[in-house]
């Protein structure tokens, strides 16, 4: 048995810093990005948060550019490209969509004129790469109480508006017709969105943030019986799948070709996949309520628009 | 700017350019905007994976686009189809983070297949580019009819047995189709860009799709030709002036009309929803009628406008039906065409005047009268002179009349 451990578990796994800060950072994130997931998914605003992922890349390569730690790149890119797309009009339903491609297409335009200018004046490869792919064995030790501040800051918004923005997020019609500000709520849980995506964009890279925020999300809620529940299962579900991901990355050290280990991202991306599949199998005995909540997530087009 | 490899650009880009203008249009139209940005940055995948085993790119591309585009065809089906577009595309991603870090030349072939390497194309490319673009033309305009009414009214599309979901399926494939073809060119991250950016532009400057089409393959020509042109001579990125240019035709756009709300809101041409439904030329089968049988010897607006409504109305009890078509028909417009209607009743066949009925409102005749004495802004009936009792309590009676 001790065999099988070890052979499952490699020896000296926790003793080494770097996947110590790993497993610290990646739970930070998984729970944050589980958390802001599901209600991403039950607004139907899943495009807006890869979106938000691909601005954060362009901040990181104008950090890397200007030789700033990329995290605040990432950030300060996420959160403007948030207030841009709610300026543009991503509050209504009809040009959400496109709005959100347009702040897209025009991100990465620049994303890919700070790559370029940096490849440039620098001349290291591989930025690209990392901003991109990310890697969670490479965090510096400095960022880490910024990362794990911004993340218990984006959780504690959502936890003040949770009831609300559940509200605005099924029926904006009836939370408009009870007073809540349904604008308002709406452009801080983009910002919410934008500090758990640039916390993502760090740990497994700004393209494959979308697996975390997306995947436990809709996981949790295939699985689940009520928003709050969800809640807690795309966290945990995010924690199983990062760590899981951690320990096989440090393993496959040992997988061919030898020597060179297999990204993180990868296995995470998935992990989350494969849990996603699987829910489908889950067939759980559903009560009256429940049904009509997963009818809610389910439903191609939540709500109606104000005509 | 002209010569030798440069021709080869200019030739690439602008068969690129009018692809992405006619994907584009039905993209935008179609809603399906996460899907015209995964397709081209999952195929990225395809291309690590071919440099991995050796293997020309196109194949790899090809190959990951069109399993990507029947992922989320197939996946879509039995969930929501942003959640489905996003994990296609993240294990897509996945897939391609690990075969570049198992391959040992990465970096430069990343940033290249990313952004586009617009300006070595070979003459030896230039032929599957023109090819797959004229297949992608060819089969969007063979489609042309059924796949716009499969995405400006799905609901009639269903009705009247074209299949909405092999209508998807089919554009899904093109798309990755055109994909392959166009990520070597100018890049998984800016093909997007392109498709997305002139046919939003274009849709605010027309309304009528045939014209939306080419002016979104126009804006594009525009902003591929503009950016290889600033790129020559700054030696900065296709990528970046395509998507900055992009943008700026899509808030050009945006301006438009607005100034048009503002200012010539009554001058409107024609929307799509007429112009897709004017194709039918035999009898129109409503739909599993619940507003009774039309009369074949409506005029074909009036028709059209009762199927446009059932199409539009939502049957969920306990909703507000207020849920509008996307695209097509809002109440205001068809009041409007309800108004043209009635102009032209004496050189159409006989038709009843339009009414609530006609719009998709339903009052049960057991209602009570409207409380006011001014009769609804819809009605176009005629309503008892003044002075009579009716005119204060019932006014709202002949409007609602069954015809």
Known sequence: MGHFFSYLVEPGLLSNSAVRTAFLVGTVVAVTSGVVGVLTVIRGQSFAGHSLADVATTGGAGAFLIGVNQFWGFLIAGVAGAAIMELIGVQRRRGRDVATGVVLGAALGAAALFLYLGTQTSSTTGASFTILFGSMFVISPDTVPALIASGVLALAVVAVLSRVLLLTSLSPELAAARGVPVRAVGIAYLAALAVAVSLSAVVIGAVLSTALLIGPAATALRVAKSPGRALAAAALIGTAVTWLGILLAYDSFYWPPHGHGWPVSFFVVALVVVAYLLSYAWRPRRGRRERAMAAAADQKEPACSPA | ?403
């Open chain 2, 1 to 403: 700017m002209f010569t030798g490899l440069m021709l080869n650009t200019w030739i690439a880009a602008s068969i690129v350019a009018v692809l992405a203008g006619v994907l584009g249009f039905f993209a935008v139209l179609r809603g399906q905007s996460f899907a015209a940005h995964a397709i081209p940055n999952g195929a990225f995948a395809g291309a690590a994976g071919a440099g991995l085993l050796g293997l020309n790119v196109i194949w790899g591309l090809a190959v990951f686009a069109i399993a990507g585009a029947l992922g989320i065809g197939a996946l879509g089906r039995r969930a929501r189809q942003d959640v489905v577009t996003a994990l296609v595309l993240v294990l897509m991603l996945g897939t391609g983070a690990l075969f570049l870090s198992l391959s040992t030349e990465y970096s430069e072939v990343t940033y290249s297949l990313l952004f586009g390497e617009v300006f070595g194309i070979g003459s030896n490319v230039l032929l599957p580019i023109a090819a797959l673009g004229a297949i992608g033309v060819a089969v969007t305009a063979l489609l042309y009819r059924p796949l716009l009414l499969a995405s400006a009214l799905p609901e009639v599309a269903d009705a009247r047995g074209v299949s909405t979901r092999r209508m998807e399926l089919c554009f899904l494939i093109v798309m990755a189709l055109a994909t392959s073809m166009t990520v070597p060119v100018v890049g998984a991250l800016l093909m997007f860009a392109l498709m997305i950016g002139p046919a939003a532009a274009a849709r605010s400057f027309t309304r009528r799709p045939g014209h939306a089409i080419a002016l979104a393959s126009g804006i594009a020509l525009a902003t591929v030709w503009i950016g290889i042109a600033a790129s020559y001579h700054t030696n900065w990125p296709l990528g970046f002036f395509v998507g900055v240019i992009a943008a700026g035709f899509f808030l050009a756009g945006q301006g438009w009309s607005a100034v048009r709300r503002r200012w010539w809101a009554p001058r409107q041409a024609p929307a799509l929803s007429s112009a897709v439904l004017a194709i039918p030329n035999g009898p129109v089968v409503p739909p599993e009628s619940h507003h009774g049988p039309v009369p074949n010897n409506d005029p074909k607006c009036l028709v059209n406008q009762s199927l446009a409504s059932m199409a539009a109305a939502v049957r969920a009890p306990g909703s507000s039906n207020r849920w509008v078509a996307p695209g097509t028909t809002s109440r205001r417009f068809s009041q409007r065409s309800m108004a043209w209607a009635w102009r032209f009743r004496r050189s159409t066949a006989w038709s009843s005047p339009p009414t609530m009925s006609s719009v998709g409102a339903v009052t049960l005749a057991s209602r009570s009268p409207a409380r006011s004495g001014r009769p609804p802004r819809e009605t176009t009936a005629t309503t008892p002179a003044p002075g009579s009792a009716a005119a204060h309590s019932a006014a709202a009676a002949p409007v609602l009349a069954p015809k």
